[in-house]
């Protein structure tokens, strides 16, 4: 998110000593010296003028920062990746900007350092409820990085328009919402030649070619239903008598409740010959001044259900999802897809294989 408070770190090794530069959410960027973890110090603290960061990588002493503007949920604006070396005694020497596209999020280095690959999440700004021009557009960038003292750097912009689409993602806002602005890339992962992008509250993952710069598929990741699993789906908690707790909203069988994956986090790895992804499927709604789609039962966020079940659904739950279940946001679980066709494997709430 915008505002998140997340501390974000990565570490550099230089000459037997290890530093940890963090940031995050905040308008500093920190190096630590952490060769010694029992007496770990300060090295060196830069600030962002008029910018907030949203995450760190780095590739040897090659550093590179997300940054959007401070004013961004207001205002707008696009973000940049400002790169840095890290010198031997930990102190940072700035190289260039290079901007990118609007609310760059998650950002990762390939196995050789010559791209980075951004999550440009493009959240909506101030006034998005009445007026769609307030929602910038969500994409991939690339930076392609050449030479190895004096780095020349070039930016790629990958944007959805006119991307065709599986069934199964997700697209919802206000009236007048496009497919351009409506799809939030979230993180990244990169394996070999390809990188792998959550597109979180669409419940996809682009896969992208690193080769040719371009997004070669789109998955869509599906649900877990809820009917048949012992799950938690809500937040009302009854009296304990004799020792035990009493409510009718206690974890049960038979509830006609699924979840949209949503994946957050993303890891790729390659094992005999064959490519995977692992999803973290945590879910998330958006909730934008007047804009919100994540009501309560089966109420309004103006007027939430506090009779039943007090899980959010999806706004668009009539359209998405299965007709005989209500919709929620995550899937509680960790999944494993097939890295070439987007086939789901596992998932550890389901507790099977799909092959």
């Known amino acids: 998110d ?32 952490a060769t010694n973890p029992a007496a770990i110090s300060l090295v060196d603290r830069t600030s962002f003028s008029g910018y907030t960061s949203q995450s760190v990588a780095s590739y040897g002493n090659l550093l590179a920062v997300a940054l959007s503007p401070s004013d961004y949920a207001t205002n707008g604006g696009k973000g940049l990746v400002r790169f840095y070396r890290v010198e031997a005694s ?14 760059p999020d998650s950002i990762a280095f390939n196995a050789n350092g010559t791209k980075l690959v951004i ?11 009445t007026d769609r021009s307030k929602d910038p557009a969500g994409s991939i960038g690339i930076i392609d990085i050449q030479g190895r003292v004096n780095l020349r750097f070039s930016y790629t912009d990958l944007r959805f328009d006119g991307l065709t689409l599986p069934a199964g993602i997700r697209l919802s806002g206000p009236a007048g919402t496009t497919q351009a ?5 979230e993180y990244v992962s990169i394996l070999g030649h390809y990188a792998y992008v959550t597109l979180q509250e669409n ?17 869509a ?28 909203f206690l974890p049960k069988l038979g509830q006609n409740f699924e979840g949209l994956r949503m994946a957050d986090g993303i890891a790729a790895y390659s094992m005999q010959g064959k490519d995977y992804f692992v999803t973290a499927n945590e879910g998330d709604g958006r909730d934008y ?5 994540e009501p309560r039962g089966a109420g309004s966020s103006a007027s939430p259900d506090t009779t039943a079940y007090r899980v959010k659904r999806l706004l668009d739950d009539a359209s998405v999802g299965s007709p005989d279940r209500t919709t929620t946001f995550g899937g509680r679980s960790i999944s494993v897809f097939d890295g070439d066709t987007g086939a789901l494997l596992w998932d550890s709430e389901i507790g099977r294989a799909h092959v």
């Open 2 to 33: 915008v505002c998140s408070s997340d501390l974000i770190s990565t570490t550099v090794s230089i000459g037997g000593a290890l530093y940890v530069i963090s940031s995050g959410g905040g308008g500093t960027l920190q190096v630590a010296n």
């Open 90 to 103: 930990g102190a940072l020497s700035q190289l260039q900007d290079v901007s990118v596209g609007y609310l």
């Open 119 to 129: 999550a440009n999440e493009g959240e909506p700004i101030s006034g998005y409820a």
């Open 181 to 185: 602005t409506d799809i939030e890339p």
């Open 203 to 219: 419940n996809g993952v682009a896969k992208v070619n690193l080769i040719s710069n371009t997004i070669d598929k789109v998955f």
């Open 221 to 248: 990741l599906g649900t877990v239903d809820f009917k048949n699993q012992l799950v938690d789906l809500s937040d009302k908690d009854g009296p304990i008598v004799a020792g035990k707790q009493t409510s009718a």
């Open 289 to 293: 001044g007047a804009y919100v789609d």
